[in-house]
């Protein structure tokens, strides 16, 4: 099986940054494409962010210009690099990765860390 264990949430002021980090471990051959999710309270949770093994990266809107998205392929991790956050922020971010585990290469799955609280003060 695969853990995914976000870190680095936290209470901020608006304008500030935070440094989200998500690591994978388990039975992994190999990470596919890895994401940062958010969900607010009453919302549904929306894509921020993606890379693929390669780096191509891919940002929704709502992060543009203020977010960047990262992976180290050697230790398994991604990042999300937050600037200049705003209260609309405030969400539980979660890291989502599709692993192929040993036994299993042909047949990647999906996997959700148990996410880490981000609030962004006025």
């Known amino acids: 099986q695969v853990q995914l264990v976000e870190s680095g949430g936290g209470l901020v002021q608006a304008g500030g940054s935070l440094r989200l980090s998500c690591v994978a471990s388990?039975?992994?051959?190999?990470?596919?494409?890895m994401a940062w999710y958010r969900q607010a309270p009453g919302k549904q949770r929306e894509l921020v962010a993606s890379?693929?093994?390669?780096?191509?990266?891919n940002y929704e809107d709502s992060g543009k210009g203020r977010f960047t998205i990262s992976r180290d392929n050697a230790k398994n991790t991604v990042y999300l690099q937050m600037n200049s956050l705003k209260p609309e922020d405030t969400a539980v971010y979660y890291c989502?990765?599709?692993?192929?585990?040993?036994?299993?290469?042909?047949?990647?799955?999906?996997?959700w860390g148990q996410g880490t609280q981000v609030t962004v003060s006025s």
């Open positions: 989502n990765a599709e692993v192929r585990l040993y036994g299993r290469i042909l047949y990647p799955d999906h996997y």
């Open positions: 388990g039975s992994i051959f190999s990470i596919n494409d």
């Open positions: 890379i693929t093994y390669s780096g191509s990266t």
